[in-house]
């Protein structure tokens, strides 16, 4: 039950939604969802390890980059019935929308351009 519990939470936060349908997507490291939320580089890694500590994200290294990924092979089969939920429910709304152009342009970054962009972010809100 507890394992429930710890999913309906982190499904009840618009963050993790739209990197949920963003990672619908294409596998995402934490400098694109930077860029494409215009969120801190905390806010997207705390987001994303939530989602991950849920159970509907894996991780890979390349380079770099720790890739973010839905995994097509996930624990928990109900886990892949609420990542569909999700697709179905807010797939088409705007703000996603516009999320996954910005997410065409986003860019791996190298982590001196990560912190001068985690500054501008943090100047800006």
Do not use: H
């Not at 580089?41 to 890739?67: C, H, I, M, P």
Request: charged content about 35%; proline content about 2%; glycine content about 2%.
């Amino acid at each position: 039950m507890n394992d429930v519990i710890k999913v309906f939470k982190t499904l009840s936060d618009e963050t993790r939604l739209r990197i949920l349908c963003l990672l619908m997507q294409r596998d995402c490291c934490v400098c694109e969802v930077m860029q494409v939320l215009r969120i801190s580089q905390t806010r997207a890694s705390r987001n994303l390890s939530a989602l991950y500590d849920a159970g509907f994200l894996r991780v890979r290294k390349e380079g770099l980059w720790s890739l973010y990924y839905i995994s097509p092979d996930v624990d928990k089969e109900y886990l892949k019935d609420l990542v569909s939920v999700v697709a179905r429910a807010i797939g088409t709304s705007d703000i996603i929308v516009k999320d996954r152009e910005r997410l065409e342009k986003a860019e791996r970054l190298a982590p001196e351009y990560v912190r001068n962009l985690d500054k501008e972010l943090r100047n800006s809100l």
